[in-house]
């Protein structure tokens, strides 16, 4: 045979092969469809469950969704919506139990083979991945045995509907059982925790958690407190700008910022504003803004910006009005805590168990000299002018809760060389100066004083304090036209609250928190 | 001319006996404050101990400061100004040679604390009563008498403030029978021992029905005018 009859018969086998096989291809292809019409046919329940189309606002459905929290026994029986993410999934036989969680709020929910759903919808539901928002059509039903794991432990849900809302992609960057795990725990059982990086890299999904949820609620309601609280003392509500010409607390921990033609700085404190609000006569202000401090510090408790609840006030004859006022603002804060926010507290508790809270009320005040005297008993070396450091803020901490079982005291009369230089030196002792620090459970919470109200004084303190007078002429110019004997202090929200609750790093009490090392999410 | 005579035994050697059972801090260095923390159940006030704090207030200069713990949430005003009005210069605390703190607490017994580094803390009005005391006053050298004063205050804590009426009505006899020999308790001088079984007497609410010595002895007591706080609270 020639090569091209040689190639014209390949070609024939091959096209009569390729036929063949396309049949094969034909007929497999018919019979899979052939397949699942008969098993779509026999899918009775295919129209109450799937995957819905994107919700993109094609219709206002009046229809009312149940919260989680809410289903109690008292809703027996009723048929409700609820729209929840799946927590767990688990298929059993011709059951799926999944539990269905809203913020820290979770149930069991049931999908049966029996009259209202198919053998497919149950294989449907035990496949929806974990994250994904749903939404499910169910009636309320009693349970005689407690559902000790979920929040709701009364009732579960019959499911008749559902479908899903927003899917979420198979494999998750971090599991919320094992953000969730206390620590020791995770060691014993040799099953997973999650470490610090991963969950701030994951923060959308880590601040999912029963935790986080708790840890930004109490949160909030501090920062609430805080408000209420100073505005039934008379205090006005001001906000200082954050772009500013000069560095306020001194000039190494400063962020530099572009403006346009020059540079400008990012506030480190509203401290200068304040003081202005309270020549200009506004007489109680606070405000609650952030906070920018660029320290290379790595530590538990130093974040790059935070936000900062700062109060300044005019009083009449002494500074202890103004420390009585503050002090009764945190007092009225750990009230309203221990009151109102038992749920949270004991939320975060249970993944980091600490001490609860202790107070006194009115608040412990005790004098430099007496700190001093109690650490020199304890066996500490320190000179009468000597600056606290913070081993020896942590060891006078324990010392005071030995001593007056209280978490929350003030330590007055601060010696004047190692505070700044608007601090208004003590009237008696040179040496001393109307300044004071607050300190939770050992660490320092707010640093405060009486400031100068004179611009001759002010003028002496900056000189002495070799600061440039050319960049702090106008703060020095606000008390030039009358100017009311004033002091006040700031507390950091994060800070506080890391320390309420007794958890040992400020960035599990930051949203998105920033440090020399991160600066996103 | 002596039946016998006895050697010496020791020569010239000069022999420290031991007068007291613990040395008590001075107070009289001005300098850091000294202060002694006491913490009471609201439900059960400690009246000998609010009136030994008035007289340790005549001597010593005090700065007498009421607190609330975390763990109680209502108190009665009353308990707020047991220990009478702010002082002038409490802003300045160094200017005061003892601190006496009162912090309303829940707390099964009265419990004092002072120098944490040297003592434990001390549990029991008895106790603490006992402690206060020795800053006012040194107990009777004569261990008689001292156990004496003791001994009334067990009485008095135990057997009147806790006791059942049949016990009571003992101890109310025997005040009585004490007080016909002497004018105070112990003897001659007014001590603890007043103190505390004036202050337990007041506590059962009896006082009007006590037998007569007993009704002489609490006039004389409120003569002294010390008991103003105690009475004051229970009004």
Same mark, same amino acid.
């Given at each position: ?61 009046? %229809? ?126 040799? %099953? ?321 928190? %920033? ?7 | ?25 001075? $107070? ?67 200017? $005061? ?16 604390? $002072? ?42 804590? $135990? ?77």
């Amino acid at each position: 045979m020639t090569k091209e009859a040689v190639q014209g018969a390949t070609e024939e086998e091959q096209q009569a092969q390729s036929k063949k096989a396309l049949k094969k291809q034909q007929k497999e292809a018919e019979k899979a469809a052939k397949k699942a019409e008969k098993q779509a046919k026999l899918d009775f329940a295919k129209d109450r469950y799937g995957v819905s189309a994107m919700v993109q606002s094609q219709q206002k459905l009046d %229809r009312e969704l149940v919260r989680v929290q809410d289903l109690t026994p008292e809703k027996a029986d009723q048929l409700i919506w609820l729209r929840a993410r799946v927590h767990t999934s688990r298929a059993k036989g011709k059951q799926c139990f999944l539990v269905l969680r809203q913020q820290q709020f979770n149930v069991q929910a049931l999908v049966a083979v029996g009259d209202r759903a198919s053998k497919q919808m149950v294989k449907f539901a035990a496949n929806i991945t974990k994250e994904s928002i749903i939404d499910v059509e169910a009636s309320v039903r009693k349970v005689e045995q407690k559902i000790e794991s979920c929040s709701q432990q009364d009732v579960e849900l019959h499911v008749e509907r559902i479908f899903v809302i927003s899917q979420a992609e198979p494999r998750l960057p971090l599991q919320l059982e094992d953000a969730v795990r206390p620590d020791g725990e995770g060691e014993e059982e040799g %099953r997973a925790t999650v470490n610090q990086d991963t969950k701030l890299d994951n923060r959308v999904i880590d601040l999912r958690t029963t935790t986080s949820q708790a840890i930004f609620r109490l949160q909030s309601g501090v920062c609430q407190l805080f408000r209420d609280t100073l505005t039934q003392k008379g205090f006005v509500e001001i906000q200082t700008p954050k772009i500013i010409s000069a560095a306020s607390e001194g000039g190494a921990n400063v962020f530099t910022v572009s403006y346009f033609k020059t540079s400008a700085y990012l506030a480190q404190s509203p401290q200068l504003y304040k003081q202005m609000c309270i020549c200009a006569d506004f007489d109680k202000v606070f405000c609650v803004g952030p906070v920018f401090r660029a320290e290379d510090s790595n530590t538990h408790r130093h974040l790059t910006e935070f936000v900062g609840l700062d109060i300044e006030m005019a009083f009449n004859y002494h500074y202890h009005e103004v420390i009585d006022s503050i002090t009764d603002t945190m007092v009225q804060i750990f009230k309203g805590l221990r009151d109102n926010f038992q749920t949270e507290i004991q939320t975060v508790n249970k993944q980091f168990p600490s001490e609860p809270f202790k107070f006194l009320e009115p608040t412990l005040r005790l004098e430099y000299t007496e700190g001093v005297a109690m650490l020199r008993e304890a066996g500490v070396e320190m000179g009468d002018e000597d600056d606290l450091s913070t081993p020896n803020e942590k060891l006078l901490g324990r010392l005071v809760k030995e001593k007056y079982d209280t978490d929350f005291y003030v330590l007055d009369k601060y010696p004047l060389a190692v505070r700044p230089f608007y601090t208004m030196p003590d009237p008696n002792n040179a040496k001393y100066s109307n300044s004071y620090d607050m300190f939770m459970r050992g660490e320092e919470i707010l640093s405060g004083a009486q400031r100068i109200h004179d611009a001759q004084l002010l003028t002496e303190r900056a000189t002495h304090h070799q600061i440039d007078l050319e960049k702090i002429k106008s703060y020095i110019d606000s008390f030039r036209f009358g100017a009311p004997p004033h002091g006040g202090g700031g507390i950091g929200l994060e800070r506080v609250c890391m320390l309420y609750l007794g958890l040992h790093n400020v960035r599990q009490t930051s949203m998105f928190p %920033r440090d020399p090392k991160r600066l996103t999410p | 001319m002596p039946m016998y005579q006895v050697k010496p035994v020791s020569g010239d050697m000069e022999v420290d006996l031991p007068t007291c059972m613990y040395k008590l801090p001075s $107070f009289h260095d001005l300098g850091a404050l000294r202060d002694i923390v006491i913490n009471a159940n609201p439900a059960q006030p400690p009246l000998t101990l609010l009136v030994l704090h008035s007289l340790l207030c005549q001597r010593y200069r005090v700065l007498s400061t009421v607190h609330v713990h975390s763990s109680v949430t209502d108190v009665p005003p009353q308990l707020l100004s047991c220990l009478g009005p702010r002082h002038a210069d409490s802003y300045a605390r160094h200017m $005061f040679q003892l601190g006496f703190t009162l912090i309303w607490k829940d707390v099964p017994k009265v419990q004092m604390k $002072f120098s944490v580094q040297n003592m434990c803390p001390i549990e029991g009005e008895a106790n603490v009563a006992r402690f206060l005391f020795k800053l006012l006053a040194p107990y009777p050298s004569d261990p008689a008498a001292a156990t004496l004063v003791d001994s009334w205050l067990d009485t008095a804590f $135990f057997q009147l403030a806790e006791g059942s009426a049949k016990e009571r009505a003992a101890v109310l006899r025997a005040l009585n029978s004490a007080l016909g020999r002497n004018p105070w308790l112990s003897g001659p001088e007014f001590s603890l021992a007043d103190v505390a079984c004036y202050c337990c007497v007041l506590q059962t609410g009896s006082a009007a029905s006590t037998p007569a010595n007993v009704q002489r002895w609490i006039k004389s007591c409120d003569n002294l005018g010390h008991f103003g706080p105690a009475k004051r609270l229970l009004q």
